[in-house]
């Protein structure tokens, strides 16, 4: 029965995913999340400031991941990537040429979530996967963000 509640909280989370919020790698599941937004996905939460319990909490339960690009067309500060490398998630994951520091955005709390209804309620032997794939630019209006060009190079 809690594999049946599991799952349909995962199509729930994840409705997008024809039914199967997760894909299989042998014995653990990976998810993939596009993560894309204006400054509030960018993220101005600085990676000291992380809750030492919600960093455990995650990295107990998963192996979590991150590519991003952020503030490709910026006006207040030049662009970031992860250098088109899935970066473990952690405190220093995320670099913001504009407050010359590690930030975060969402990303902490859409791991924590979707641990909650996905990943805790099931005993596994391995660890599954979270990959987050981030392109997020703060100060814009999103007409900017339709234009193709500023997509071709990811």
Known sequence: MLALEVEDSCKRLAP????????????APFFVFLL?????MVGRGTGVELDQQLLDYVQ?????????DIDKCGKEQANTT???????LGRETQWSAGGQCYTHGPE?????HLIN?????????????????????????????QRASIFLSW
């Open 60 to 68: 107990d339960h998963a192996e979590v991941y991150m590519a991003y």
């Open 117 to 145: 209804v996905c990943i805790a309620p099931q005993a596994r032997k391995v660890k599954p996967r979270i990959y987050f794939i981030k392109f997020a630019m703060g100060s814009s209006s999103l007409h900017v963000l």
């Open 108 to 112: 902490w709390g859409i791991a924590q």
């Open 36 to 40: 894309g937004g204006q400054s509030n």
């Open 82 to 88: 992860s250098g088109n490398e899935f970066l473990r």
């Open 16 to 27: 997008l995913c024809d039914g199967a919020a997760f894909f299989y790698d042998s014995e």
